[in-house]
C-alpha cells in the first residue's frame, strides 16, 4: 500500500461563517413580496383619488373644504324683441341658484286674495288668483287682470317697494300710477324711460332681473340713495357715472323683495302663456279698476299706455 504524499494539497471543505448563505434567500422573498402586493396598492390609491371627494384638475385649489364651483352666469336675451329677459329663477345662473348670493329679501307681496271667513262647503267662495285672472288681449305681449280687488291689492303693494316716483307734478296717489320693473343696465328700460318720461306718471321699480346681482343692486342703490331721485335715474339712463352708495341692508332687503315681487309677475304671466317676459315690464291702472300687464319696449309704448290707462 502506498503512503500519501505528506505534500499533496487535500481540498477541505471550510466552515460556514453563522448567517452566510442567507442574503440570497432574504432577497428573493422581499422582492416576490412587493411583486404581488405592489398592484393591489396602487390599485386602491388611484380608487381612492378617482372617487374621493375633493376637486381635480387645473381647478383644484386647496379650500379646506369641497365646494361644488359655481358655474358663471350667462346673462339671457330672450323673447320677441323689445324686452331683455331674466335668468329662470332658481336656474343655475341666477343668484337664487345657490344660497351663498341670495339675499335675504322681506315677505314678498301676496298676489292672491286672501280667503274670507270659513262658510258651509257649499257656500265658501274660491278665492280668485292673480294668475288665474289673466287672460289675453289683442296685443301679444299684453295680459289683462281682471278682477278689479285682486287689481287693487296688487297694486297698492307694488306701490310701496323702492322706487323713483316720476309723476312730473301729477297729483296721483302712488297706486294709481303705473307701476315698471326696469333694470338700469336694460336698453329697452332706457328706450322706455325716454318715451314716457313726464308724459305719464310712473313709478319706475329698480330690479337686478339680468343677473350679476352685486352690480345690479349697487346701481339702483345709487339712483335710489341720491338727494334727487329722479334726476339721478335720469343721469343713470344717459350713462352718466353716479357717485357710489354706501352700504345698505336695509335697502338691499328692500330690493330682494322687489326682485321676489318681480319674480312672481313673471310666473303669473309665464303661467298665462305670455310670449315674453323680462324688463321692462309695466303694470298699468285701468279706468275700470282692472290692471293691464305689458312686457316690452315698442315705438308705440306711449301711444299704446295712454290708450290703456285714459281708457
Not at 258651509?120 to 267662495?125: G, Q, S, T
Not at 288665474?132 to 303693494?157: F, I, K
Not at 316716483?165 to 296721483?172: I, L, N, P, R, T
Request: net charge neutral; proline share 14%; aromatic share 8%.
Amino acid at each position: 500500500m502506498s503512503q500519501a504524499d505528506p505534500h499533496a494539497v487535500q481540498p477541505v471543505a471550510p466552515p460556514l461563517a453563522p448567517g452566510a448563505g442567507q442574503g440570497e434567500f432574504v432577497i428573493k422573498v422581499k422582492l416576490s413580496w412587493l411583486t404581488s402586493v405592489l398592484p393591489s396598492v396602487v390599485a386602491v390609491g388611484l380608487a381612492i383619488y378617482a372617487f374621493g371627494p375633493w376637486e381635480k384638475g387645473p381647478e383644484a385649489h386647496n379650500r379646506g373644504s369641497y365646494e361644488r364651483p359655481v358655474p358663471p352666469f350667462q346673462p339671457a336675451y330672450g323673447g320677441a324683441p323689445g324686452a331683455y329677459a331674466p335668468p329662470a329663477y332658481g336656474a343655475p345662473g341666477s343668484y337664487a341658484s345657490d344660497p351663498r348670493f341670495a339675499p335675504q329679501p322681506a315677505a314678498p307681496p301676496a298676489l292672491a286674495r286672501a280667503p274670507e271667513a270659513p262658510r258651509a262647503a257649499a257656500e265658501a267662495p274660491q278665492a280668485p288668483s292673480a294668475a288665474n285672472a289673466l287672460v289675453a288681449t289683442n296685443d301679444p305681449n299684453a295680459r289683462l287682470l281682471t278682477d278689479a280687488e285682486v287689481s287693487g291689492r296688487v297694486l297698492e303693494l307694488i306701490a310701496k317697494l323702492p322706487s323713483v316716483q316720476d309723476f312730473d307734478g301729477q297729483a296721483v296717489p302712488p297706486a294709481k300710477a303705473i307701476q315698471v320693473f326696469f333694470d338700469p343696465r336694460c336698453p329697452y328700460c332706457h328706450k322706455a324711460y325716454d318715451a314716457l318720461a313726464g308724459k305719464l306718471p310712473v313709478n319706475w321699480i329698480p330690479v337686478a332681473a339680468l343677473g350679476d346681482v352685486a352690480d345690479g343692486n349697487a346701481r339702483a342703490r345709487a339712483i335710489l340713495q341720491a338727494p334727487d331721485r329722479r334726476l339721478a335715474l335720469r343721469k343713470s339712463f344717459g350713462g352718466d357715472a353716479l357717485p357710489a352708495a354706501g352700504p345698505s341692508p336695509d335697502l338691499d332687503t328692500q330690493l330682494g323683495g322687489s326682485f321676489e315681487a318681480f319674480a312672481q309677475i313673471t310666473q303669473m304671466l309665464k303661467s298665462a302663456g305670455s310670449p315674453q317676459l323680462g324688463v321692462p315690464t309695466f303694470l298699468v291702472p285701468r279706468p275700470d279698476g282692472q290692471v293691464t300687464i305689458y312686457v316690452g319696449y315698442d315705438p308705440d309704448i306711449l301711444a299704446k299706455l295712454t290708450r290703456i290707462y285714459r281708457g
